[in-house]
């Protein structure tokens, strides 16, 4: 291309010069035989592109005072210049303006947008939980200390806050600790603002994005996403726990699967445990994807603790409502499972990063 210097830096001569730049790369896309690849490479080629040259001769070269008038210009012909790859890329027609309509070709398609694999499994989770009558609950994913930690019963320097390391909000030293802001760990403070709006009995599900100081790899995505569940009652036991997290096991992964509990701990559940699904790859026998073990980790669950109540009632009097989670009477359970992991099993995903990458061509086979 021939690039004319600059000598004239009014605003209209500039406006002029580069629309004259601006009108061969449309007409570069219009023309036939246009190839993405070559057009990327003749205009937005690093080292021998085009907007390589014109930054050069016109920005580079440009005296002080017509620097800013353009740098503008030149941002704008690369955003449109970006703008027209796309846009034939994506199978959009682009016509120099100065060509009549030809109604004889193709016409610019839209492209419709699909969910993210992500949201997907999330909304099919949801999905099965909403049948057997949850609703569904949001909060924040800017949460306080209290509902993030304190009144899930971890208490201020608790070991167990060691785990769920993440990023707090910076000049919060002059607040109270339980009103410092952070990114949250987990769903699990819904459960708290849930039961600070409702009195019992209650049933929800939370869907969420979470955030922990974890370093990434192939499994580790230091944003990842939760479902949370939660339901309180009068008389509800361990086993409403065990047969309603067994039902959507199968409900979501098929009727052959299994679940088996194990002891563990979290702060705001006891007793607390562990969920593992038979192996839906191997059905059980043992393969690579289950490590030979024949199950797979998915859930962490357990009895709602009367100390996550009591944090609630002593809240709820503290806003003026009454305190109507009454330990003698109340009992519930919660669970929390990781929609990333589900979501890579599902599909057979192999790399957490790529549910973050935005890279359409992964994105394309969800479509
Ligand atoms: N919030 C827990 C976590 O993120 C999971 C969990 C939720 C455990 C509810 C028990 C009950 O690790």
Same mark, same amino acid.
Request: glycine share 8%.
């Given at each position: 291309?021939?690039?004319?210097?600059?000598?004239?830096?009014?605003?209209?001569?500039?406006?002029?010069?580069?629309? +004259? #730049?601006?009108?061969?790369? @449309?007409?570069?896309?219009?023309?036939?035989? /246009? &190839? !993405?690849?070559? %057009?990327?490479?003749?205009?937005?080629?690093?080292?021998?592109?085009?907007?390589?040259?014109?930054?050069?001769?016109?920005?580079?070269?440009?005296?002080?005072?017509?620097?800013?008038?353009?740098?503008?210009?030149?941002?704008?012909?690369?955003?449109?210049?970006?703008?027209?790859?796309?846009?034939?890329?994506?199978?959009?027609?682009?016509?120099?303006?100065?060509?009549?309509?030809?109604?004889?070709?193709?016409?610019?398609?839209?492209?419709?947008?699909?969910?993210?694999?992500?949201?997907?499994?999330?909304?099919?989770?949801?999905?099965?939980?909403?049948?057997?009558?949850? +609703? #569904?609950?949001?909060?924040? @994913?800017?949460?306080?200390?209290?509902?993030? /930690? &304190? !009144?899930?019963? %971890?208490?201020?320097?608790?070991?167990?806050?060691?785990?769920?390391?993440?990023?707090?909000?910076?000049?919060?030293?002059?607040?109270?600790?339980?009103?410092?802001?952070?990114?949250?760990?987990?769903?699990?403070?819904?459960?708290?603002?849930?039961?600070?709006?409702?009195?019992?009995?209650?049933?929800?599900?939370?869907?969420?994005?979470?955030?922990?100081?974890?370093?990434?790899?192939?499994?580790?995505?230091?944003?990842?996403?939760?479902?949370?569940?939660?339901?309180?009652?009068?008389?509800?036991?361990?086993?409403?726990?065990?047969?309603?997290?067994?039902?959507?096991?199968?409900?979501?992964?098929?009727?052959?699967?299994?679940?088996?509990?194990?002891?563990?701990?979290?702060?705001?559940?006891?007793?607390?445990?562990?969920?593992?699904?038979?192996?839906?790859?191997?059905?059980?026998?043992?393969?690579?994807?289950?490590?030979?073990?024949?199950?797979?980790?998915?859930?962490?669950?357990?009895?709602?603790?009367?100390?996550?109540?009591?944090?609630?009632?002593?809240?709820?009097?503290?806003?003026?409502?009454?305190?109507?989670?009454?330990?003698?009477?109340?009992?519930?359970?919660?669970?929390?499972?990781?929609?990333?992991?589900?979501?890579?099993?599902?599909?057979?995903?192999?790399?957490?990063?790529?549910?973050?990458?935005?890279?359409?061509?992964?994105?394309?086979?969800?479509?």
């Amino acid at each position: 291309m021939n690039i004319p210097q600059l000598i004239d830096f009014t605003e209209a001569s500039l406006d002029a010069a580069f629309a +004259s #730049v601006r009108n061969e790369a @449309e007409a570069a896309v219009a023309a036939p035989g /246009f &190839e !993405a690849e070559q %057009f990327r490479l003749e205009w937005l080629g690093r080292k021998q592109g085009h907007l390589k040259a014109i930054s050069d001769a016109w920005l580079k070269a440009a005296p002080p005072e017509a620097k800013k008038l353009i740098g503008q210009r030149f941002n704008a012909l690369k955003e449109q210049v970006e703008g027209f790859l796309i846009a034939a890329s994506a199978g959009a027609v682009v016509k120099p303006a100065s060509a009549g309509l030809d109604v004889t070709l193709p016409g610019s398609s839209q492209r419709v947008g699909v969910e993210h694999p992500l949201v997907k499994t999330m909304a099919e989770i949801v999905g099965v939980f909403q049948r057997m009558g949850y +609703s #569904v609950g949001l909060g924040p @994913e800017v949460e306080s200390d209290f509902y993030n /930690f &304190e !009144a899930l019963n %971890f208490p201020p320097n608790h070991p167990a806050r060691d785990t769920q390391d993440t990023l707090v909000v910076a000049e919060q030293e002059g607040k109270p600790l339980r009103e410092r802001l952070l990114m949250r760990t987990h769903t699990s403070p819904v459960q708290i603002r849930s039961m600070l709006e409702q009195a019992p009995p209650l049933r929800l599900v939370i869907p969420g994005k979470v955030h922990r100081n974890d370093a990434a790899d192939a499994t580790h995505s230091p944003v990842f996403h939760q479902v949370e569940g939660l339901c309180v009652d009068t008389n509800i036991t361990f086993s409403d726990l065990k047969g309603t997290l067994d039902h959507a096991m199968k409900a979501f992964f098929g009727s052959a699967v299994k679940t088996r509990f194990f002891p563990s701990f979290f702060p705001f559940t006891e007793p607390s445990a562990d969920v593992q699904i038979s192996c839906i790859f191997c059905g059980g026998k043992g393969c690579r994807k289950c490590k030979y073990s024949g199950w797979i980790e998915l859930l962490g669950c357990g009895m709602v603790d009367p100390a996550v109540f009591e944090a609630v009632n002593q809240r709820r009097i503290e806003l003026g409502h009454d305190p109507v989670y009454d330990t003698r009477r109340i009992s519930g359970f919660a669970f929390g499972m990781g929609v990333d992991r589900i979501a890579m099993m599902k599909y057979g995903i192999s790399d957490i990063g790529l549910l973050y990458s935005g890279d359409m061509r992964f994105l394309e086979q969800f479509a």
